[in-house]
Each structure stands twice: as C-alpha cells, then as structure tokens.
C-alpha cells in the first residue's frame, strides 16, 4: 500500500529553467514532509521540509509546497543546474509512527 | 565529523542463506533506522533502534530482524533469504530519532543480491 506516490519516475529539464517535481500522499495524518536528493552510489541526502502548518517552504533555489487539500507536495528547482541531476524522495512523516517515501522521480538537468 | 557507514557495501548471497549487515551511525546519534529500497517499491522502513531499543516497526516478515549495541552501531539479519529480498538496503542515523522529526542521515548503502 503506497502511501506516497511519485507518479513521474522521470523528468528532464534544460538548464536554467524550473524543475517541479510531484509527490501525492494518501493519508491525511501525515504532518511533516521532506525531499531527500540521491546521487548514484550515495545515500539520499537531505533537501527541505516542510510542516503541514505551512504551505510554502524556501530555501535557497528550492521551494516546497504543500496543498493539504489536494494531499500534494512539490518541489520546484529554480534555475535548474546540472548538478541537481539526481534521483528526488519525498517522504511524510506519520506522528507515532514512520516516514513514508515515494518510489523517486530522476532528473535530468540537460546543459 | 565522519557520516554513516556501512558494511558490507556490496554482497551476493544464495537463497535459503542468512546475511548480516553492519551500520555505524554519526558519533553522538542515539536513532538508527533501516530501509530497503527497490525500484518498484521505493524506500520501504524496515524499523527503527534508539538506545538499543526497537522503537519502531514497518510491515516486514519476522525473517528480518535488527539489534543496537551500546556504541550505537546497529545491524540488521535477514535469515532464509529470498530472491525478493534482493535490494539495496540503507541506514540512516539521527540524534533523537523519528519521533522528533529530525533530519535523518543516510548510509551509502549495502546492496545485496540473492541468487
């Protein structure tokens, strides 16, 4: 039962232009959400968050955002380099319980 | 401040065979969690240790199982081993665990192929 759905397991994006990527969650308990990054051969690595409180998060070229009453979460790259070519997880965090990752969306930022 | 290890990083294993794999957390992380991830299934929690203690648990058979030590380090046993359970398996450490939303910090990994 995947609770967290990355429906794009793909995406390419010219450099300099935005990158979105989507993520959509079944259970409305989750309060808290993150991106992770992955490059081949690493561990995912940390991105932003954001509480269930907001609805935006910015930090740096990375904004999150959370609409809590289409249970859908975004990410967006602006501009988009080609390092941040990688494999994107975002996760939802159940209180008590777990964090729940989607299946990743690979990007591919095209110079 | 050195990050997560893992050990081994890569292993072949036949099915019906038990495995061990080896996870040092960041010095001073008390949480170590474990993940295994495929490609159709994304990252799936396995559970999660804090002070040597399991805390939490996902939806996985009583075949997998883990242990914390004192120092922190943890390991995660899969016995009778599938051609299923062939993934890449990930630790991730954190000071105060999932409870308190922190940043986890993740291992590079152990991939594991079962033949």
């Known amino acids: 039962d995947q609770q967290v759905k990355q429906n794009s397991p793909s995406l390419s994006v010219q450099e300099g232009r935005i990158s979105i990527l989507n993520c959509d969650y079944t259970?409305?308990?989750?309060?808290?959400f993150l991106w992770y990054k992955k490059y081949p051969a690493e561990g995912p690595t940390f991105l932003i968050s954001?509480?269930?409180?907001?609805d935006k998060n910015e930090d740096g070229r990375f904004t999150v955002f959370l609409n809590k009453s289409a249970k859908h979460l975004s990410l967006h790259i602006v501009p988009s380099q080609p390092g941040d070519s990688a494999v994107y997880f975002c996760?939802?965090?159940?209180?008590?319980?777990?964090?729940?990752f989607g299946t990743g969306t690979s990007l591919t930022v095209i110079p | 401040k050195a990050g997560v290890t893992q050990t081994p990083r890569y292993l072949i294993k036949t099915r019906g065979q038990q495995v061990t794999l080896s996870c040092s957390p960041i010095?001073?992380?008390?949480?170590v969690s474990w993940y295994q991830q495929t490609p159709g299934q994304g990252l799936q929690f396995l559970f999660e240790?804090?002070?040597?203690?399991?805390?939490n648990k996902g939806n996985f058979p009583g075949r997998f199982s883990g242990r914390q030590f004192s120092n922190s380090r943890s390991e995660m046993n899969v016995s009778t081993l599938e051609l299923g359970d062939s993934a890449l398996y990930l630790c991730?450490?954190?000071?105060?665990?999932?409870?308190?939303?922190?940043?986890?910090?993740f291992g590079p990994g152990t991939r594991l192929l079962v033949l």
């Open positions: 991730a450490s954190s000071l105060a665990g999932l409870a308190g939303k922190e940043t986890q910090y």
């Open positions: 259970n409305s308990m989750f309060d808290y």
């Open positions: 954001i509480s269930s409180i907001k």
């Open positions: 996760a939802a965090y159940r209180p008590g319980n777990q964090f729940y």
């Open positions: 010095s001073g992380h008390r949480s």
């Open positions: 240790y804090f002070s040597e203690t399991q805390r």
